[in-house]
């Protein structure tokens, strides 16, 4: 199931980031094949290129986060959204990051600035969920 949400996202932010950048369409490709270390070689090359693409750190996170590399992939989605400090999609996996590093505070902080219903509908559930679980990690509740 995450691996579905995983690819749903990443069809949302393929809508969200225009044209085609150096790297980008192999990333996804790689991505989409479940080729993890090429996929994060295309977004590595993406970033270093374009270092101001919050679409490529996000999708270096993604991918950084499939691979289990949870605290690098939480700097990577932290410069997605500080890039793009407006985009749900961004702001709700920062939140998620700082969760999966233990750092509940943090994402009981991004997850209140988040409207949820900007999110896709599939992820409201999981966002009511998240902020339950982050603020009761936090001791918020």
Known sequence: MPRIRAIALLLLLMAVVGPARAGWDEGVAAFRNGDL??????????????????????MLAQTLSSQG????ALSYFRRA??????NVVYQFALAKAYLA????????QMLERIDPSA????QRAEYQGLLQQARANAGFD
């Open 101 to 108: 590093n233990g750092r509940a505070a943090e994402a009981v």
């Open 119 to 122: 999110l896709p509908s599939s």
């Open 81 to 86: 959204y500080e890039l793009d400090a407006g």
């Open 69 to 72: 590399s949870r605290a690098e």
């Open 37 to 58: 270390a090429r996929a994060v070689a295309e977004f590595s090359a993406v970033v270093n290129a374009q270092p101001d693409f919050a679409g490529g750190h996000f």
